[in-house]
Nanobody
Framework: QVQLVESGGGLVQPGGSLRLSCVAS????????VGWYRQAPGEQRELVAS???????NYADSVKGRFTISRDNAKNTVYLQMNSLKPEDTAVYYC????????????????WGQGTRVTVSS
C-alpha cells in the first residue's frame, strides 16, 4: 500500500490555474491507478479525474477540457493541472490509489489524506 500526500492548493481568481501534486511513498506506486477527488462544503466527495497505471485518463464531465491528470512514476507523483477555474471548483482535493482504475470511483477507501484546499474567488 502506498501513502499519498496532496499539495498545491490555494486561492485563485476565476479563470486562473493551479497544479496539484499527489506524492506517494512506499513501494509499487507504478502499479496503481490514481484518482483525484474533491469535496465541496456540504457535498459528497466525487472523483474528478483518474489515470491508470498505463496512463489512460478519465474525467468527470464538469472538468473535462479544463483539467489534465498526469503521472511521473520516476517521481512517484501524480499531477492535476487545473485551468479555467470556476467558483464551483472550490473544494478540498484529495488523491487516492487502487490497483484497478475502474474501481477508483466505487471503492470505499478506509483512509484519506488531509487534502489540499482550492478556493476560486474574486
Amino acid at each position: 500500500q502506498v501513502q499519498l500526500v496532496e499539495s498545491g492548493g490555494g486561492l485563485v481568481q476565476p479563470g486562473g490555474s493551479l497544479r496539484l501534486s499527489c506524492v506517494a511513498s512506499g513501494n509499487g506506486f507504478s502499479i496503481y491507478a490514481v484518482g483525484w477527488y474533491r469535496q465541496a462544503p456540504g457535498e459528497q466527495r466525487e472523483l474528478v479525474a483518474s489515470i491508470s497505471r498505463g496512463g489512460r485518463t478519465n474525467y468527470a464531465d464538469s472538468v473535462k477540457g479544463r483539467f489534465t491528470i498526469s503521472r511521473d512514476n520516476a517521481k512517484n507523483t501524480v499531477y492535476l493541472q487545473m485551468n479555467s477555474l470556476k467558483p464551483e471548483d472550490t473544494a478540498v482535493y484529495y488523491c487516492n490509489a487502487h490497483p484497478i482504475a475502474t474501481l477508483l470511483g466505487s471503492t470505499n477507501f478506509k483512509s484519506w489524506g488531509q487534502g489540499t484546499r482550492v478556493t476560486v474567488s474574486s
